[in-house]
């Protein structure tokens, strides 16, 4: 039989609970970027700076730690958070199934992460 036979409810439903609730900040977080811009870019149009490209990942951390909160910077700040989310739920699942001392679901998870992180850096590094 399982380990997570063993683990009581109390331990499975803390690890359901923040799952959701990092599934939750994040989306808020990720939607609240992407409000901010629209209104900013509503209210002062003359704010917005266009992209004639897509800017990388680093180009937009700088602007956002430069303090330049132009909208199209905040709306693209918000996607990306986005994206990142199933990563940070995936991190979240690691973390419950470790306490619950689950192997086999933190062997799944973890397999699932470095499939995650593996199309990032893909994606970011070796396709551009």
Excluded: C, Q
């Amino acid at each position: 039989m399982p380990d997570s036979a063993y683990i009581s409810n109390d331990a499975k439903h803390k690890t359901e609970h923040w799952t959701s609730r990092v599934l939750l900040i994040s989306v808020w977080i990720s939607a609240s970027f992407m409000i901010a811009g629209s209104l900013i870019g509503e209210i002062f149009p003359s704010t917005i700076v266009v992209f004639y490209e897509n800017p990388t990942l680093g180009n937009l951390a700088m602007r956002i730690l430069s303090g330049s909160f132009d909208p199209v910077t905040l709306m693209f700040a918000g996607l990306v958070f986005l994206m990142l989310t199933p990563i940070f739920r995936v991190i979240t699942a690691v973390t419950g199934f470790s306490a619950e001392r689950d192997w086999r679901f933190v062997i799944v998870a973890i397999v699932v992460l470095v499939l995650l992180v593996g199309e990032i850096v893909y994606s970011v590094l070796i396709r551009n």
